[in-house]
Nanobody, 125 residues
Framework: QAQPVESGGGSVQTGGSLRLSCPAS????????LGWFRQAPGKEREGVAT???????SYADSVKGRFTISKDSGTNILHLQMNSLKSEDTGMYYC???????????????????WGQGTQVTVSS
């Protein structure tokens, strides 16, 4: 059973903002690659953004310049700040980690197992 982990979703108008959060303390020892993916009903999973141990980030082209991924070093909470939201951003958002040790890249997160049940983001046109 997936536990409630992701939070911060909601319903907003086009152009609005949301900030998603996910505790990541269990995944921040040594090397780590953390990120977010999303899925809309009837659609394939889509990796959204990643951040690695060094703070390097990657973003899907569809969200680049609008979304920012970050991790708070004190609380080990993973965040996704989403600005200028569009209707195509609608979906369930999940946080996850890539334990493969490979390249920390957003596309890989379409294949990761989420930590929690996800948080719903709905953007109206």
């Amino acid at each position: 059973q997936a536990q409630p982990v992701e939070s911060g979703g909601g319903s907003v108008q086009t152009g609005g903002s949301l900030r998603l959060s996910c505790p990541a303390s269990g995944y921040t020892n040594g090397y780590h690659c953390l990120g977010w993916f999303r899925q809309a009903p009837g659609k394939e999973r889509e990796g959204v953004a990643t951040i690695d141990t060094r703070g390097h980030t990657s973003y899907a082209d569809s969200v680049k310049g609008r979304f920012t991924i970050s991790k708070d070093s004190g609380t080990n909470i993973l965040h996704l700040q989403m600005n200028s939201l569009k209707s195509e951003d609608t979906g369930m958002y999940y946080c996850a980690n890539d334990s493969s040790g490979g390249y920390c890249y957003f596309r890989n997160f379409a294949y990761m197992n989420p930590w929690g049940q996800g948080t719903q983001v709905t953007v109206s046109s």
